[in-house]
């Protein structure tokens, strides 16, 4: 760790009023599922600023996170040196011997010259950054303008990141499940992985490491002494791949998702379900068959539908493949009358995670996919037979 954020900071309040801050935890578990397959390094939570990232070639940047309400209003000049905290961050910068980087990130949106400041510094842009150090390097209370230009030239400005509603659904989506894709044969699911990361994230910002012990350090001749006490304060605070790896490792093995068990009573969809199968031919055990098939599969989709709509969506992705294979299965068993039995055997042959491209890391059993066309033929997706008035009067008999 460079000596220049080894020095303990001017001011720790963070861990102190930290329980306001779980917004700031979510942010930095963004960049958890990143150490290891770039040049990420480590993460030191609540020194000097709200996190430092680490980079090989001895890089670090210094962060500071904001957020703020839709009822704030836009990021002005004004507001970013003060409520934006700018000068404090040039402050911070200063007595870390310059870093190669400082970042704000917020979700606010900026007004005209917030986003032309924001571009400039993620562009370079020396000319435009030197009149913003000109106009500003009084308010972000530096020493000179060459200073100003310097700090800005270093500074970048983040301000997509989702409000505090929808942060923790759009990092599941977008940096755990990538992160879970990546470790082939992980059994673990989004949600449970992300709380685990953020659990670690929160220990950290608090200086807690549950997972090591501390008695150790009483026992040493110097363990009350200020080196030792910080060295540990560091230790505590710091995330690296090892710590989120060795979290994850606590999390309960995850196998394929378990066949549902028939503990729901008939419902209207199910009604339907019946209808459509005996009129395909099919008997009454195939049809309770279909009905435990069936639950099994919401069982699955909830574990693996996407909290956002997005356009890798697995459940959808497995509902068209899916439907794919019950219309050629249709073309294959198609007569005038019922084909539901031949064409339930063909599915039953058909409809294996490794004919239809399921990706490896899933593990979803055979019957979950004919569940889910079961659901299907619910939705009037799939049919066993030519279409026919499933609300018609005498149906179920029929």
């Excluded at 400005?157 to 879970?180: C, D, G, S, T, W």
């Excluded at 992980?186 to 807690?208: C, E, K, S």
């Excluded at 008939?266 to 098939?293: F, P, Q």
Aim: aromatic share 8%; proline share 4%; glycine share 6%.
């Amino acid at each position: 760790m460079p000596w220049e954020v080894l020095h303990e900071p001017a001011e720790d309040s963070g861990s102190e009023t930290a329980d306001r801050y779980e917004y700031q935890y979510q942010v930095v578990a963004r960049h958890c599922c990143d150490l290891g397959i770039g040049d990420l390094l480590w993460i030191l939570c609540e020194w000097h600023t709200d996190y430092i990232l680490a980079f090989s070639g001895g890089r670090y940047a210094l962060v500071s996170v904001k957020h703020r309400e839709l009822s704030q209003g836009h990021w002005t000049l004004r507001r970013l040196c003060d409520d934006g905290a700018l000068a404090t961050l040039y402050a911070r910068w200063r007595e870390c011997r310059k870093p190669y980087q400082t970042r704000l990130a917020t979700n606010a949106a900026l007004d005209r010259d917030s986003a032309r400041l924001a571009k400039a510094c993620a562009e370079r842009e020396m000319a435009t950054l030197r009149g913003f150090a000109r106009d500003l390097w009084e308010n972000l209370e530096c020493t000179t303008e060459e200073e100003a230009l310097e700090f800005l030239a270093s500074l970048r400005i983040e301000h997509e990141l989702p409000p505090r509603k929808y942060i923790r659904a759009h990092n599941i989506e977008n940096h755990v499940r990538p992160m879970l894709a990546r470790t082939q044969g992980q059994r673990f699911d989004g949600p449970t992985v992300y709380d685990a990361i953020v659990d670690v994230v929160r220990q950290a910002a608090r200086a807690v490491n549950n997972d090591q012990g501390h008695a150790w350090v009483l026992s040493t001749s110097d363990g009350l002494n200020s080196s030792t006490l910080l060295e540990q304060d560091l230790r505590k605070r710091l995330i690296d791949e090892e710590r989120i790896a060795a979290r994850l490792r606590q999390i309960p093995f995850n196998g394929p998702a378990l066949l549902q068990s028939d503990t729901q009573r008939d419902s209207a969809g199910e009604s339907r379900l019946a209808k459509k199968l005996r009129r395909g031919g099919i008997g009454e055990t195939g049809i309770h068959s279909a009905r435990r098939t069936r639950r099994s599969w919401a069982t699955f989709a909830a574990q693996y539908s996407a909290p956002l709509p997005h356009e890798d969506d697995l459940v959808d992705d497995l509902t068209t493949r899916v439907l794919h294979e019950a219309g050629l299965a249709e073309a294959d068993a198609w007569s005038e009358t019922s084909y539901g039995r031949k064409m339930l055997s063909l599915l039953n042959e058909r409809l294996r995670p490794e004919n239809i491209g399921v990706p490896h890391e899933v593990h979803v059993d055979r019957l979950h996919l004919l569940g889910l066309v079961y659901q299907l033929t619910d939705e009037c997706k799939v049919w066993w037979s030519p279409e026919f008035d499933v609300d018609a009067d005498g149906e179920e008999a029929s």
